[in-house]
């Protein structure tokens, strides 16, 4: 990464902080101190503003967070994940770009943020995983820090986003927090996959095997989340 860029993370996170803790109840809480050095986090995601929360949060780490492709139509979306060295999260037969650019800032000692569920989903549902996060950890041998996310389905409300993507014109369903929302976040116990580290390559089906199990931690920190939230009240 060139200094300029590392300049504009900065600003980046600085103007995410400020968003995120005036806009919103903003809360978290760590099971144990976190490991030193490239990571992933991975958590679930009930509305569009997710992908900020782990930036705001771990300053000791530049992050680097996968964002949908679609995302990036937007001119001033696209010019500032553009200059904070954001990662186009692509599908499909050319998603092996966006694994290999999040390896690359791996192995450069950087951290991702990645959503397993894919897409945002609601607080009360549940879904299979994606699994390249797996890959990644195990191709970097970095560990997984799961994130539990709460927030009420109240304090959500529904907005329909118009955008332009390879030539045709979507409107879209999305989830905004309301001013003011309490937004709790639960930081579990780092995830190794040291035993894959020696060479051993990862089947298809273990992969998906690994990153159902991380998910569920991932429900069952979001859990939690919400009762410690419904106790604070």
Not at 2 to 8: C, H, Q, V
Not at 35 to 51: L, Q, T
Not at 71 to 89: D, E, G, H, Y
Not at 169 to 186: H, I, M
Request: glycine share 4%; hydrophobic share 45%.
């Amino acid at each position: 990464m060139k200094s300029y860029s590392l300049a504009y993370y900065f600003i980046y996170r600085f103007g995410l902080r400020i968003l995120l803790t005036l806009y919103l109840r903003f809360r978290f809480r760590f099971k144990l101190r976190l490991p030193v050095g490239a990571k992933i986090f991975v958590g679930n995601h009930p509305m569009v503003w997710d992908v900020f929360s782990p930036v705001v949060m771990f300053r000791q780490d530049i992050i680097h967070t996968l964002i949908e492709d679609q995302i990036w139509s937007f001119p001033l979306a696209r010019l500032i994940l553009s200059l904070t060295n954001q990662v186009k999260m692509i599908r499909g037969v050319e998603s092996v770009r966006s694994l290999r650019e999040s390896l690359a800032w791996l192995k450069r000692g950087h951290s991702l943020a990645v959503a397993p569920e894919g897409e945002r989903t609601s607080v009360a549902e549940a879904r299979a995983a994606t699994r390249g996060f797996v890959w990644l950890a195990a191709k970097a041998r970095v560990p997984l820090i799961p994130l539990g996310v709460w927030i009420a389905e109240d304090d959500l409300y529904l907005k329909k986003v118009r955008y332009h993507y390879q030539g045709r014109s979507y409107t879209v369903d999305s989830f905004f927090p309301r001013f003011r929302a309490r937004y709790f976040l639960l930081v579990g116990e780092q995830i190794r996959l040291d035993r894959y580290y020696d060479g051993k390559h990862l089947s298809p089906q273990e992969r998906q095997e690994i990153a159902d199990e991380v998910l569920n931690i991932i429900y069952q920190l979001k859990e939690e989340a919400k009762q410690i939230c419904a106790k604070s009240r």
